[in-house]
C-alpha cells in the first residue's frame, strides 16, 4: 500500500468579487509570488498546498473561484464540499464590500452547515487609496462571529497567518482519530484485517 504523505486533507474554497484579489492570494500562499497583471478567472481553480499543524501534515485543496456573475452557477457548485471558505473584498472597492452580504448569504444557501468562514479585506498595501475603513470589516466579522483580516497578497501581509488560521480552526473542530489498538482485532474469525477497519468520516 502506498504511503499517505499527510494525515488530513482539508478543503478550502476563496470567494468574493472579481478584482479583490482572490487569485494573487493563493498565489502568494502557494508560491510565494504576485502579478500585477490581472487575467480574471474563468470557472474554477486550485492549488494544493501541504501544511504543518500541531504536529500533523495536512493537505489543503484551496479552490479559487471566478467572481465574475455569469460564473456564478458552476462556483457555487463547489460550496457544499468546502470545510473552510475565505470571503474577500478589497479595501479600496466598497461595492465589494456591500456585496459581502450577498456572498454571506451564498454562503447559507450553498455550503454545508458547520463550514468555517472567516473575512478578509486585502490590498491593505493601498492605504491612500483606501475607502474602507478597517472598523467596518471588523464589525461586520463580528456580527457574524467570523475572523478577520486585512491582508496585502502584494506586500505578503497576513497571507499565510490567515490560512493557517483557518485550518487551525477547522484541525479544532475535527474529531481526533482513535489511536490504532492491534489489540482488539479479532483474531478468532479468518477474516483477519476486519477489526481494523476505522470509522468513516467523510
Ligand atoms: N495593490 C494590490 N493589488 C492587488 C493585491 N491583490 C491583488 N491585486 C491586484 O488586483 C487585480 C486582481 O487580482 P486577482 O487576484 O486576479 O483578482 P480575483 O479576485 O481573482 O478576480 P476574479 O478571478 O475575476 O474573480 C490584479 O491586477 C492584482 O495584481 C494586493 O494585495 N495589493
Ligand atoms: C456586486 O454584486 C453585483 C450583483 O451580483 C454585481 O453586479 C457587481 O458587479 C458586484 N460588484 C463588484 C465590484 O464586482
Ligand atoms: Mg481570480
Known sequence: MAKKTYDLLF??????????????????????AFNTTFISTIGIDF???????????IKLQIWDTAGQERFH?????????????MLVYDITNSKSFEN?????????EHASEDVERMLLGNKCDM??????????????????????????????????EAFFTLAEDILRKTPAKEP?????????????????KTKCCS
Open 11 to 32: 478543503k478550502l474554497l476563496l470567494i468574493g468579487d472579481s478584482g479583490v484579489g482572490k487569485t494573487c492570494i493563493l498565489f502568494r500562499f502557494s508560491d510565494d
Open 47 to 57: 492549488k494544493i498546498k501541504t501544511i504543518e499543524l500541531g504536529g500533523k501534515k
Open 73 to 85: 452557477t458552476i462556483t457555487t457548485s463547489y460550496y457544499r464540499g468546502a470545510m473552510g471558505i
Open 100 to 108: 459581502i452580504s450577498k456572498w454571506l448569504r451564498n454562503i447559507d
Open 127 to 160: 492605504e491612500e487609496k483606501r475607502l474602507v475603513p478597517k472598523e467596518k470589516g471588523e464589525q461586520i466579522a463580528k456580527e457574524h462571529g467570523i475572523r478577520f483580516f486585512e491582508t496585502s497578497a502584494k506586500s505578503n501581509i497576513n497571507i499565510e
Open 180 to 196: 490504532e489498538r492491534k489489540d482488539v482485532v479479532d483474531t478468532s474469525s479468518s477474516g483477519g484485517v476486519m477489526g481494523l
